[in-house]
């Protein structure tokens, strides 16, 4: 005789995500919760229109009324969601891969990456962002140590 004994109940919940479209059209807010098993659940959203040329070819050229629709989406949600799902155009994000050593701390590699970077994109403003790709640095590590 087979037991099977099903523990999910002790493991921890993925916390619920806000995620966010900007179209031509409108600002799409919505939250989605963990339903169990890995299947999320629409818990919130909020769809709000944009005024016409708020947005053009992709492009925000009226921040305010972005701004504007955003706030009035998110309090109408009513949402207390901390985590962030964005996603941009290819034609917004520049992607390089680079060859770092392993064993850098975090502020070494963010150091090697700003430097890297700063090679191949002159940027004038502190607003720009450097993400990290650490799933492929991990996964390479797990491979390594289970040889």
Same mark, same amino acid.
């Given at each position: 005789?087979?037991?099977?004994?099903?523990?999910?109940i002790f493991k921890p919940k993925a916390p619920p995500l806000?995620?966010?479209?900007?179209?031509?059209?409108?600002?799409?807010?919505?939250?989605?919760?963990?339903?169990?098993?890995?299947?999320?659940?629409?818990?919130? *959203?909020?769809?709000?229109?944009?005024?016409?040329?708020?947005?053009?070819?992709?492009?925000?050229?009226?921040?305010?009324?972005?701004v504007d629709a955003v706030q009035r989406g998110w309090k109408?949600?009513?949402?207390?969601?901390?985590?962030?799902?964005?996603?941009?155009?290819?034609?917004?994000?520049?992607?390089?891969?680079?060859?770092?050593?392993?064993?850098?701390?975090?502020?070494?590699?963010?150091?090697?990456?700003?430097?890297?970077?700063?090679? *191949?994109?002159?940027?004038?403003?502190?607003?720009?962002? $450097?993400?990290?790709? $650490? $799933?492929?640095?991990?996964?390479?590590?797990?491979?390594?140590?289970?040889?």
């Open positions: 005789m087979q037991l099977n004994l099903n523990f999910d806000f995620g966010m479209d900007i179209s031509s059209s409108s600002v799409k807010l919505v939250e989605l919760a963990d339903a169990g098993r890995g299947n999320p659940r629409v818990e919130r *959203y909020a769809i709000e229109a944009l005024p016409k040329d708020a947005v053009l070819d992709g492009n925000i050229t009226n921040l305010d009324a972005v109408r949600m009513a949402t207390r969601t901390k985590n962030v799902a964005l996603a941009l155009p290819t034609a917004a994000v520049i992607t390089k891969k680079i060859i770092v050593p392993a064993g850098l701390r975090d502020e070494e590699l963010e150091v090697q990456v700003e430097t890297e970077a700063n090679q *191949y994109i002159h940027l004038r403003s502190r607003r720009s962002t $450097w993400t990290f790709r $650490w $799933w492929d640095l991990l996964r390479r590590d797990r491979k390594r140590s289970k040889c």
